[in-house]
């Protein structure tokens, strides 16, 4: 994709298609302005007329427009003029290039970019359509024989500024917004390939792959044997049922010369079934997404080997398939993790916080700044937030939220839940140190504490992705989250935003 500026009015521009749009009550944008003007009035005969709908997101693509360069205007609702911020640009930008994304058009100029939006630089509105434009874009071809849904024309976006001014800003925010959408629509394939193609090996492979195209990014990939000399009993445990071998994938970013990294940890359950204590059947295919979180790490060092910025990253990636067999692991059986500390496990569909205690155990040895671990980990949290927000848990207040803030800059949004002592007294056990489940009460907290309880001295959080990292229905799919949140905090630590 090929990203620009420009100062020049929309209505004289020549591009395949203008984005302007119009507010509730019947206010037009500024660029929707101008070509109402250039057009004679054609947009409030529209509005007059009510083909035209405020509603933001509503799309309707008006053709050979008088006195209007462009062959193409897509009028987008943007919904009430004082509601719209960062939020909504982000909505409007992401339906209007979903409504060209099948079309010819080859370029396209943003202009609700004119638009004052508190609280958002032109880097952000930049960024923002960039990483609209990969999210509009993407599509899941790779096993389609025939029908393969054709890729989109566009090859160029401009964004149209007020003034020269801000236009150093608005490119770096293309080139970081290019970066986001690379890492999310990897993380997006990765999470929508089926467990039969995305096993451990596959994602360690990924991995590697990864690692070739960035000289300061090195994979290495331990096998079963080398996790068992490790003492990773309860990672085993889950691996212990499947064909598939488990994998634990260390990456290790090196931009950052002799500062502590950042360890993300990624959850790659590359299917669950739930193992011996087996989940019911509907709607099981979903649990191929159950390595989002891995996905969701990957595609953020993908980005940051992209941005090549100057921090150190580091990737673990614990990866089992949980299938029941009569190598699986029972219900009742205790393992001793990495940590020493025994674990009872009454349920073995609460496989993650399983192989994520033994990954947060290994992160210790990069004596991390910090240790992010991301996971689909629990139904519980999508009950407690939704779709919409992730959930987060830290001891640490600072950290908490400066995620959370993060999220609200990206657009990747999400809430903090607590970790209080009275939460993991559910997770007592009369045979071993802890029972792996807490009960249904409070169950994405209880899980939360129990990885709390690997990370003591650690300056550690842990964001629960299961409501976030796909979508079901007719829309499923991988979601490429929470790569923007993610790539927001290290953006803001390396010092690289404007
Ligand atoms: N991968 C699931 C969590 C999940 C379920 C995410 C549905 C998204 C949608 C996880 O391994 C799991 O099975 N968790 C159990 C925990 C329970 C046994 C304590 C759950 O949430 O039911
Ligand atoms: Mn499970
Ligand atoms: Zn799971």
Redesign the pocket.
């Known amino acids: 994709m090929q990203y620009s500026t420009t100062a020049v009015n929309p209505s004289s521009r020549s591009v395949d298609c203008l984005i302007v749009g119009i507010y509730e009550g019947g206010t037009l944008s500024s660029g929707a302005n101008d070509v109402d003007q250039a057009s004679r009035g054609k947009i409030k005969r529209l509005l007059k007329s009510g083909d035209l709908t405020p509603k933001l997101g509503q799309c309707m693509v008006l053709t050979d427009v008088t006195g209007v360069r462009a062959p193409r205007v897509v009028v987008v609702g943007l919904g009430k003029q004082n509601a719209f911020k960062a939020k909504q640009f982000q909505a409007a930008i992401l339906a209007a290039l979903r409504a060209i994304s099948g079309s010819k058009c080859k370029s396209v100029l943003n202009c609700l970019t004119l638009e004052a939006i508190t609280g958002s630089s032109e880097y952000y509105l930049a960024r923002y359509t960039a990483q609209a434009a990969a999210t509009a874009l993407y599509r899941f071809t790779q096993l389609k024989s025939d029908k393969k849904p054709a890729a989109s024309a566009l090859r160029r976006i401009e964004v149209a500024l007020p003034s020269r001014g801000g236009a150093g800003k608005a490119m770096r925010g293309f080139e970081h917004g290019d970066a986001i959408g690379f890492g999310m629509s990897l993380a997006r394939e990765l999470g929508n390939l089926p467990s039969n193609i995305c096993t451990p090996s596959y994602l360690a492979r990924s991995a590697q792959k990864l690692a070739r195209d960035s000289k300061l990014l090195q994979t290495r990939v331990l096998n079963e044997a080398e996790m068992k000399r490790l003492g990773m009993h309860s990672l085993l445990s889950v691996s212990a049922g499947s064909q598939e071998p488990g994998k634990l994938i260390v990456m290790q970013y090196k931009g950052g010369g002799r500062q502590k990294p950042v360890v993300l940890v990624g959850k790659g ?1 590359t299917f ?1 079934t ?1 193992g011996i ?1 087996l ?1 019911p059947g509907a709607a099981m295919d ?2 191929k997404f ?1 390595m989002c979180g891995a996905a969701g790490v990957l595609g953020t060092m993908a980005t940051v080997a992209r941005l090549q910025l100057p921090i150190n990253l580091n990737v673990i990636v614990p990866t089992v398939e949980n299938m029941p067999s009569g190598t699986a692991t029972n219900p009742g059986d205790i393992v001793t993790s990495m940590s020493g500390q025994t674990i009872e496990i009454l ?1 073995t ?4 916080r399983l192989i994520l205690c033994d990954a947060l155990t290994y992160s210790r040895r990069f004596k991390p700044d910090t240790v992010i671990d991301v996971a ?5 949290c ?1 009950i407690a937030l939704g779709h919409h927000r992730t959930g987060v848990m830290s001891k640490s207040d600072a950290l908490a939220a400066s995620l959370v803030a993060a999220g609200e800059l990206a657009g990747d949004y999400a809430w903090r839940l607590p970790l209080d002592d009275e939460y993991a007294e559910q997770l007592q056990s009369n045979f071993a140190d802890m029972a792996n ?1 807490g009960g249904r009460e409070g ?1 994405a907290i209880t ?1 939360g504490c129990f990885l709390a309880k690997f990370t003591d001295g650690l300056n550690w959080a842990h964001l629960d992705v ?2 976030t990292a796909w979508s079901s229905g007719k829309q499923k799919g991988a979601s490429g989250r929470p790569v923007p949140l993610l790539t927001e905090f290290l953006l803001a630590r390396s010092g690289a935003l404007p």
């Open positions: 359950v669950d739930g204590s989940k979903e649990m159950d349920n569909d609460a496989e993650g689909t980990l629990t139904g519980a999508v489940v169950g899980a299961a409501g």
